[in-house]
């Protein structure tokens, strides 16, 4: 089954999510724990759970992704940073487990000054913290672009914190086309290559989640800024060829853009359902 969904607003809750993601033919969708630049979660509602739960297998909706605060950093060394980091990873794995069997999307963070082996051990750590044996939540570390001090921007990277999880099979990677693209794999010329490359580092049995996001920048900038889907330097033949790859089709797919809006979602998912069909 073609999986494919975009980043959506949870202001009508999970059955208002799902309610959108089927008016616009998706059959998944993302959405932030919390405000992603901090704050508290919102209280749940149990009608509306209920409702979701009701509703999403009706109408094809198999998996979700919630998706942490850009706030949390698991790679800091700063207490304050940690421990707040902490609180939110548990509180988000919580309330995923509302929903059971579900992915939870995470970045791994910012050196910020230690030697990117110390930080990439801190998010191992961190990991290994909150991650319980009980828990059905997929948690996803994201491939970064490397802007700054980020961590994650390399498979390698990825491979030595994951490496290092105890409880390997309840952590994976959400593959991220913008970000991937901008730390210099070449999804446009060599999408076979990176994808035997991310296979040979990490495993494709850890690839659960793919952003299909299109970039404003060029191969290699180091830079994560989404341009409108197949508008960019990465555009829509490639982001297709991503969808219709024998080793990631049966990947679920999520939608970012720069206009988040239901109209152009539903307009990029309908090409892509099309070159899917095609294929």
């Not at 309840?170 to 076979?192: E, K, P, Q, S």
């Amino acid at each position: 089954m073609f999986t494919i969904g975009c980043h959506l607003s949870d202001k009508d809750g999970y059955l208002g999510m799902a309610k959108d993601a089927v008016s616009i033919d998706a059959n998944t969708f993302q959405f932030f724990t919390r405000n992603p630049r901090g704050g508290a979660q919102k209280a749940l509602d149990p009608q509306d759970l209920e409702d979701f739960k009701a509703y999403a297998p009706q109408h094809g909706i198999e998996v979700i992704m919630g998706y942490a605060p850009y706030t949390v950093n698991p790679a800091s060394d700063k207490m304050s940073e940690h421990d707040f980091t902490m609180m939110v990873l548990a509180e988000d794995l919580a309330r995923m487990e509302e929903t059971p069997h579900m992915l939870y999307a995470l970045q791994p963070g910012s050196a910020l000054g230690q030697p990117v082996d110390v930080a990439l051990g801190k998010v191992a750590d961190a990991l290994n913290d909150v991650v319980t044996p009980s828990q059905t939540t997929r948690l996803l570390l994201l491939t970064m672009a490397g802007s700054g001090t980020q961590v994650g921007s390399t498979f390698e990277q990825l491979a030595a914190i994951l490496d290092k999880i105890e409880l390997a099979d309840h952590v994976g990677v959400c593959f991220d086309a913008c970000r991937v693209w901008g730390a210099g794999y070449d999804i446009v010329g060599d999408l076979d290559g990176v994808v035997d490359e991310f296979d040979r580092v990490i495993g494709l049995d850890k690839l659960h989640a793919i952003h299909l996001n299109d970039s404003e920048d060029a191969l290699g900038s180091h830079k994560d800024r989404h341009a409108p889907i197949g508008k960019g330097q990465i555009g829509l033949k490639a982001l297709a060829a991503l969808t219709n790859h024998p080793k990631l089709r049966d990947i679920p797919f999520y939608l970012e853009a720069p206009e988040p809006t239901l109209s152009k979602y539903g307009e990029a998912i309908e090409e892509l359902r099309k070159a899917h069909d095609r294929a």
